[in-house]
C-alpha cells in the first residue's frame, strides 16, 4: 500500500540519521517541479529524533499560485484534512499508481479483489500524504496517468517518459522520432498536471527487455525533452556502475534539475550525483544493507526526498532496516481480501 511503505522508508530514514539531529530540509519533495507549495519543510530536532517522529519545521507554507486549494479530490472522493500540527505533510514523488494490483487484478489479469482504489486514496490522505506523483514509464502508461491526474485533481500529478525497460518502444513503433513526438505533445498538453520527465535512465537489471545500446540511446533522446520544456528529470539507475552518471556528465548541456529515484548506488555514485545538483529518493529497496544505509546516511537533508514506488521497494522482512518500521497498518493478503486494509 502507497501509504505502508512511505511511512515506512520515512521511519528508517530517521533513525539513521543521528548524525545530523537539527537538519531541516524538504524530504517529501524539494522544490524542483510545478508543485514545489505543498511540500514542508520537516524537523530533524533532537526531541523528535528521539521520539522517531517528524514534525513539520515552524511557520509551513502551504499553498502554489498555479494550482491553488490542494483540497480537492476527483470521483467522489471526499478531501480529508486530518494533518494536525505535530503529523508530517508527504508528498510520495513516485508511485506506480496505473499498475493493475491497485484496480484488484493480478499481473496474469487474474481479479483477485473488489476495486478499492477510492479507499486508498483516503487512507493515504488521512495521515498526511498530501499529494502522490504517478511515475509514467511507457507511453501507454503514460495516457493512462494523465486519465487519473484528471480524476483526481489536485491530488495526483504525473511523469511523461519511457522506462529503460520499455525503450524497445521507439524502434517497435516503426518511426522513433515520431514515438518521441508523441511523449512531447503529451507534455506540452497537459503541462498543468505534468511535473517531470521520466521514468528515464538505464537498467542493467533488464537487459532482457532491452538492450543496453537501445536504452542509453532513447535515454539521452529523452533527456531533450528535459531541456526543451525546463521540467525536471525524474531519473531511473540500477546496476549500472557508473555508466549513468557518466552519461549524465557528458550530457550536462541538456540536464535541468532533477532526482535519481529509488537510489541504491554506492557513495562514489551518489557524489557524482550531486555534483551535478541533482536530488536524490530513497524508498525501502534503498534501506536493505547495513552498507545501503550508510550510503543513505551520508544524502544532505536539504537533496532528500521519500517515495514508495509501489507496488514495488517495500521494506521486508530480513531487510537491515525492518526492525525500526514502527508503523503497522491493517493488511490482509489478496486472496483473504477485506474492504478497507492494505493488501500485501
Request: glycine share 8%; net charge negative; charged share 25%.
Amino acid at each position: 500500500d502507497v501509504l505502508a511503505f512511505l511511512r515506512s522508508a520515512a521511519q528508517s530514514v530517521r533513525t539513521y540519521r543521528p548524525d545530523r539531529p537539527s537538519a531541516s530540509g524538504a524530504c517529501a519533495l524539494a522544490a524542483i517541479s510545478g508543485i514545489r507549495g505543498p511540500a514542508p519543510a520537516l524537523n530533524f530536532s533532537p526531541s523528535a529524533c528521539g521520539s522517531r517522529h517528524i514534525v513539520p519545521a515552524p511557520q509551513t507554507v502551504y499553498s502554489h499560485p498555479s494550482v491553488g486549494s490542494v483540497g480537492r479530490a476527483g470521483r467522489g472522493v471526499t478531501r480529508l484534512h486530518a494533518t494536525t500540527p505535530t503529523q508530517p505533510r508527504f508528498i510520495d514523488i513516485a508511485a506506480n499508481l496505473t499498475d493493475c494490483v491497485f484496480r484488484g487484478v493480478s499481473w496474469k489479469g487474474k481479479t483477485m479483489h473488489e476495486d478499492d482504489f477510492e479507499l486508498m486514496v483516503q487512507r493515504f490522505q488521512t495521515v498526511g500524504v498530501e499529494q502522490v506523483i504517478v511515475s509514467g514509464t511507457s507511453y501507454d502508461v503514460c495516457v493512462r496517468a494523465l486519465e487519473l491526474t484528471r480524476q483526481y485533481p489536485g491530488v495526483f500529478y504525473t511523469t511523461i517518459g519511457v522506462h529503460p525497460a520499455h525503450s524497445l518502444e521507439f524502434d517497435e513503433s516503426g518511426d522513433p522520432q515520431g514515438h518521441l513526438d508523441k511523449l512531447r505533445k503529451l507534455i506540452t498538453e497537459n503541462r498543468d498536471v505534468v511535473v517531470a520527465i521520466g521514468e528515464i535512465g538505464i537498467d542493467y537489471a533488464e537487459l532482457e527487455e532491452c538492450p543496453k545500446d537501445v536504452q542509453v540511446k532513447y535515454f539521452e533522446e529523452q533527456l531533450v525533452l528535459a531541456k526543451e520544456t525546463g521540467l525536471p528529470m525524474f531519473l531511473h539507475s540500477r546496476e549500472v556502475g557508473l555508466d549513468f552518471v557518466e552519461i549524465l556528465e557528458r550530457n550536462r548541456d541538456k540536464l535541468t534539475t532533477g532526482v535519481v529515484h529509488s537510489f541504491t548506488g554506492t557513495a562514489e555514485e551518489l557524489q557524482r550525483i550531486l555534483d551535478l545538483g541533482l536530488y536524490v529518493s530513497v524508498n525501502g529497496a534503498s534501506l536493505r544493507t547495513a552498507e545501503q544505509i550508510e550510503v543513505v546516511k551520508t544524502i544532505p537533508v536539504e537533496r532528500l526526498m521519500i517515495e514508495t514506488d509501489s507496488p514495488w521497494c517495500d521494506i521486508r522482512k530480513g531487510n537491515f532496516g525492518f526492525p525500526d518500521v514502527q508503523t503497522k497498518f491493517p493488511t490482509s493478503k489478496k486472496n483473504k481480501f477485506r474492504m478497507g486494509t492494505c493488501v500485501e
